[in-house]
């Protein structure tokens, strides 16, 4: 099973649904689309889940394919899971910055994740996917915490 997040943001991020739907990927792909209104007949929408069954999907996936967002990058790296990340962008009205971009460029970058941009494609991240392993991503909060309680002492 794919699980496919797109987040909470307003803006629609129907592009990265777009690539999806004209893939030739043939798993069960189950999406959280957030505010994104899209009709398909290949996968199953849904606006959003509450965050113990979003954690069931999370374990349940073989793949997560995402928008850039921390969280939606960061957690399923946490449980060693193969991830697609596509930003959205300022130019198509998906957001109102490019951070996601330099985010997932970083990840991408590190081995983390596998970037889907305008210089490749769905069907050949998704093939590529199939061998992938991801660093292990080792999260630096509990270093940060220490400090910030050494300063606050």
């Given at each position: 099973m794919i699980l496919v997040t797109l987040g909470t943001q307003k803006e629609q991020f129907k592009r990265l649904l777009d690539y999806i739907e004209k893939s030739n990927i043939k798993d069960r792909i189950v999406v959280q689309a957030g505010h994104t209104k899209?009709?398909?007949d290949k996968l199953e929408i849904y606006n959003f889940f509450n965050y113990d069954t979003m954690e069931k999907l999370v374990d349940m996936a073989d793949l997560i394919i995402t928008h850039g967002?921390?969280?939606?990058?960061?957690e399923p790296l946490k449980k060693g899971k193969k991830i697609i990340a596509c930003s959205r962008l300022p130019e198509y009205g998906e957001h109102i910055d490019n951070h996601q971009e330099e985010l997932v460029k970083k990840f991408s970058e590190g081995g983390y994740i596998l970037e889907l941009d305008k210089n490749n494609n769905l069907d050949d991240l998704?093939?590529?996917?199939?061998e992938f392993t991801p660093n292990i991503y080792e999260s630096n909060t509990e270093n940060f915490i220490k400090k910030l309680e050494k300063k606050m002492k």
């Open positions: 899209y009709e398909s967002g921390t969280g939606s990058i960061v998704f093939e590529i996917s199939k």
